[in-house]
């Protein structure tokens, strides 16, 4: 199926790291996203990882890939109340190159 | 130029009305799409225009109607909408299909009433 799966909530302390995890659906997908999207606003890129890659870091930012287990996960060091925001995993299936297909976005609440 | 810009923002529309939503980039790319996301919902992919043809229709109903007049420009001409078509409508680029680069445009939010 095309389904690709997030846990729909994560609320953490500010200053705290957050992880966000993604199960997708092709453990032959080229290319994996991670979206950020603020309320009212659009979808911005955050970071994307190359399958032959099990780890990409970019500032605060970690992204790990485990594709045996089609595993995708968005580590957020010294979170911030501005990371508060839906944050959407993303593949480009080996079947269907065309298609980027969103997985169900997690809501993540940083308080203070 | 590393933006897609969409416009209009907002859109408020009747079931009677025509109305077009337009899409622009300058990054070259020949990969062109248009999503459609429902409040708290992950966007869904509606057409795929690559090298300024349709690729991908994905079984939407043709009161949507795509077209790519050069390689900047995507638009969505919209005709006789129902009110569950209210969503964000989102725009995005990449330099081909199937690899890096997808850029998202901030969307257009569309209200039909």
């Known amino acids: 199926g095309e389904d690709v799966e997030q846990s729909l909530f994560l609320s953490v302390r500010e200053g705290d790291s957050s992880v966000i995890n993604c199960t997708y659906t092709?453990?032959?997908?080229?290319?994996l996203y991670w979206y950020k999207q603020e309320p009212g606003a659009g979808l911005q890129l955050l970071t994307y990882?190359?399958?032959?890659?099990d780890m990409k870091q970019d500032q605060r930012l970690t992204v790990l890939l485990n594709k045996k287990d089609k595993h995708l996960s968005l580590r957020i060091a010294d979170t911030q109340t501005g990371d508060s925001a839906i944050y959407f995993c993303a593949e480009i299936p080996s079947y269907n190159t065309d298609k980027l297909i969103f997985g169900t976005g997690t809501r993540l609440q940083v308080f203070p | 130029d590393t933006e897609v810009t969409q416009t209009p923002k907002h859109l408020v529309m009747g079931m009677t009305n025509k109305k077009s939503l337009k899409c622009e980039q300058h990054m070259g790319h020949r990969a062109m799409y248009w999503y459609k996301q429902k409040a708290k919902k992950p966007p869904e992919l509606m057409f795929v225009?690559?090298?300024?043809?349709?690729?991908i229709n994905e079984s939407v109903p043709s009161r949507f109607s795509p077209e790519c007049p050069n390689s900047s420009l995507l638009n969505l001409h919209l005709h006789a909408l129902q009110p569950e078509d209210s969503a964000l409508y989102l725009c995005a680029s990449s330099p081909s299909t199937g690899g890096d680069g997808y850029t998202f445009g901030s969307g257009t939010r569309l209200t039909v009433v």
């Open positions: 990882i190359f399958s032959n890659m």
């Open positions: 225009y690559s090298y300024e043809k349709l690729s």
């Open positions: 092709d453990s032959s997908s080229t290319y």
